[in-house]
C-alpha cells in the first residue's frame, strides 16, 4: 500500500512531535523523581546533621526541619568528648584499644538490658566514624581522655572549643554550602503522614501555619526528653521520682519524637531508664534554676576529687555515672551536703579553656590555698587537708583507697596550692529509653517489623546503652546511627 506525499508529510510531522513531547516530559518526570526521593530529617542536632550528610553523600536530596530558630541541640553542648576505640588519635598517643574491649566495657555498663546488635554497631562503627568526622570536616579529635567505666582512654576531643561545639558546628557550616541540602528554623514537626503503612512525609508548623512536605523517607533525630517536665509530659509518665530534679537538657529535648513514632504505632524500649549525671553545676545566685551547666565528666578524668560538708571524700571518683550519683545521693540524704568538686593546678592547666568558662560564670572558684577554700566554704580545714595528704598516698601507690580507686591523674594535692572548687549535684542529663530500632536504625513496630520510610537516630533511639549509658558514647551514637539512618534511608524505595 502506497501512502500519498501528503500522508506522508503529515506521519513525519507527528513523529517530530512525539518525539519532542517525550524530550519534553523527560526532564519533568526527573524534577518528579527528585521530589520523590527527597528524605526529610527531623531534628538538627548530630545526629540529624550526620544523617543528612550521609544522604548527600548517597546522591539524595534531603529537607532538614528544627524546631527551634537555630539548629545545635544539645549536640552543641556536650563538653567531654567523643568515643572511638582504635583510632588514629589513640595509636600516635601508644593507647591500646580495640572493638573488644569497647564492646566489653558497653555491655558491663548496660547491665541485664544490654542488646549486643545495637552494642556491636556503635562500637564497631566508632573509629570510622571518628575519621568521618576529622577528614569530612576538618575536626581536631586529638585529644583522649579516660572516663569513668572505660578499662582505656578513648573519649576524643580536639584543642579548640568544646568538642559538641567543634563538630556540631563544623557539620553545620558544612550543610550550608550543599544544594542539596534544604534546612528550615523554627519548623516544629507535629505529624508523620502516612499512606498504605508507609511513611510519605511530615506536616510542619512555623508561625502557626501549617505545611505538609513528601518524602521517600523520613529520619526522626529529635533527641531525648530530659526536659519533658509537663504534668502530661515522659518524665512523669515513666520517672515521677525525678520530677524533682533539675535538667542539663536545653528546652527542646521533650520527647516530640518518641510520640511522633508511637504514634504509628512504633515500639519505645526502656522508657524508665534515664541517667542522672553526678555533677551539674550550682550556681551560687540561682541555687534553685532548673536547668543547670554541666560539670564535664571531664573533671574528674583530669583528677577531681568529691568531698563533703566534712571535707571528706566517700566515692572512687572514676566510677560510672549511677554508681557516682548513688553515692552522692546517699551523702545528701545523711544531710552531709553541699558535695564540692575540687580540682588542683595541674588538672586546670589541662582543662584551661573549661575551667576559665566555668569561673567567668561563677560556677568554679579559684582559691589560693585550702585554708582560703575552706574558710570562705565552712568546710573544716584540718579534715580537709587530712583527706588531701590520704588521696596524695593512694595516687602515688604507697596506701590502697579505701573506694577502690585505680585510676590516678594529677592526683598530688598541696594543702599550699590552688584549689578550683564547684557546688555538685546530681542532674537528669540523658534519656537511655526510647524509640526501638534495629542496628540499622530502621524503627520497628510492636511486632518487630521496619515500618517502611521510618528511620531514627541519635538519643531519640532507645537500647544502645542499656541502663547506664557511658561517658563520650552519646556523641558516638548520634554519628554512628546518623549515618545508618542516612545510608539506609538513601536505599528507601
Ligand atoms: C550539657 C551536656 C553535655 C554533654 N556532654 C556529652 C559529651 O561530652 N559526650 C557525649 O557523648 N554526650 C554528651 N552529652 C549527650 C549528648 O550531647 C546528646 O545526647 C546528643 O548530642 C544528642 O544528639 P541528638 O542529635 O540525638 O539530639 P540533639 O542534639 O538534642 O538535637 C535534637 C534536635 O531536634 C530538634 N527537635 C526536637 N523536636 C523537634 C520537632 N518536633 N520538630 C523539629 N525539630 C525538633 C531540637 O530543636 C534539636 O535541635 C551531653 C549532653 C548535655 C546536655
Ligand atoms: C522516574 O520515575 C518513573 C516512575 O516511577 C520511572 O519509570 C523512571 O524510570 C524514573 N526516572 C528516573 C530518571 O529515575
Ligand atoms: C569522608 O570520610 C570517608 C570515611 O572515613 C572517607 O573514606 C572519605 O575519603 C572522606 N572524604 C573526604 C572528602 O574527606
Ligand atoms: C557499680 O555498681 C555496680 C552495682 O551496684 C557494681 O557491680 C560495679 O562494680 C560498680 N562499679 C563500677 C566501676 O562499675
Redesign the pocket.
Known sequence: MAFSRNQSLFFILTLVLAVLLVNWLQPKEIDMNVSQTRTIV???????LSAAHTLIQHGAQVLL????PS?????M???????GAGTEAQSSLGVSDTVEAFTADTTSSAGQLARPDLIHALTSNSAESLSWLSSNFSIDLSLVSLLGGHSVARTHRGRGPP??FAITSALMKKLDTLPAAEVIKS????RLLEANGRVTGVE?ETNGETTSVQANAVII????YAADYAPSGLLAKYRPDLLGLPT???D???G??HRLASSLHASLIDMDEIQVHPTGFVDPKDEGAKTKF?A?EALRGVGALLVDADGKRFVDEMERRDNVTKAMQEIIEQGKGPIRLLLNADAEKELKSHCDFYVSKGLMKRYENAADFAKDTGVPNAALIQTLAEHNKYASGELKDPFGKIHFHNGQFSPDGVLLASWVVPVV??TMGGIHTDASARVLSAEGKPIPGLYA????IGGVHGKNRL??????E?VVFGRLAGAAAAEAK
Do not use: Q
Request: no cysteine; aromatic share 4%.
Open positions: 527531623v531534628g538538627g542536632g548530630l545526629a540529624g526541619l528544627d524546631k527551634k539548629l545545635g541541640g544539645n549536640s553542648k556536650a563538653s567531654s568528648g567523643i568515643n568538642p559538641g519548623a516544629h514537626v507535629v510542619y533525630a529529635t533527641g531525648g542539663t537538657n536545653g527542646h529535648a521533650t516530640d519524637g554541666l564535664a542529663h540523658y537516630a541519635g538519643e531519640v561517658g563520650g558514647s552519646s556523641l558516638l548520634a
